[in-house]
């Protein structure tokens, strides 16, 4: 292998630059040596790759320490599939650092939306937009993940002209200032000189084509407001707030463009007998005095169906009980919450003259003095005790 030279040379900072210095630095050789800018050189893209390497490591704090320490050595076996002096891919940096400059006013036109230069030139109509639908989920759904069928109101594509906007094939003729193209070349000024941008064309948005006699459906936008039923894979773990997306499933582009994309927030229904914390459920029990002191074996509700759980004698109010892996899954793992049970020991609010009987002769009793029993206590108890005294 090449010996390969230092990072800090590569980007022209000195060794103790900061971290923002490091930034600038890369942005100034990456606009230098973009291949958009230097088609066909071999050469810039050599010293583009290079800086991309160099930024990614003195961008990371835990790299550039490695680096200071170890030099290029130290980050053998690092990266993961990235690799280091194997030289990076292309179309990776592009994308991995075209996006660093997506929100930057003098950078934008340059770098396209975070797709990095590469663009596909295709000619094509504007895209459509973003389609956003809300998908209320009950608890049992989370748990097992859902299929769903939804209809959604959107601009689809006009089924008269297919999309395109024109009557017929010779209502579209060849867009004159692209000349087909759909993108026009732009000199723009900037810190670091002047730059030609290939942004798209704006007399046909892109699609390379004007239309000269419009379909009578659509007035030539190539699309209508209609419905469609679209059908969503729901993962199991979603909670309250997530977003997913669907691309291509929002709003279709005009005259033929590319359509946005479906952005679904999930609702999560409250549930009649559990609340959630985390990825666990938990189910409030009520047990009554006798069941309490006696213990039982008692049946509760789980997200797969009925389970029975056992009581045992002596239980106060407050105990929790645990039914590993009752809970929610964790989106994307394996991993499953808990169900927590927590007690309540339930005393009655109204009493018949048997009950109030026999509860006046219980309260007198030696073991139903609140002192009782202290001595067989679990050990939980004790210390939890020592943490409230
Ligand atoms: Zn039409």
Redesign the pocket.
Known sequence: MASKRDYYEVLGVAKNASADDIKKAYRKKAIEFHPDKNPGDKAAEEKFKEAAEAYEVLSDADKRARYDRYGHAGLDGMGGGGGYGAGMDMEEILRRFGGMFGDDDIFGSFFGGGGGGFRSRQPRGERGSNLRVRIKMTLEEIATGVHKKIKVRKQVA??????????DSAGVETCSTCRGSGMVNRITQTPFGHMQTATTCPTCSGSGQTIKS???????????FGEETIEVDIPAGVHEGIQLSMSGKGNSGAKGGPAGDLLITIEEMPHEEFSREGNNVVYELFVNIADAALGAQLEVPTLDGRARIKIPAGTQSGKIFRLRDKGLPELQSRHRGDQLIHVNVWTPKHLNDEERRLIEKLRDMPNFKPSAGKEDRGFFDKIRDAFNS
């Open positions: 006009c089924n008269t002209c297919h999309g395109s906007g024109a009557r419009p379909c009578n459906v659509c007035k030539g936008d190539g699309r209508v």
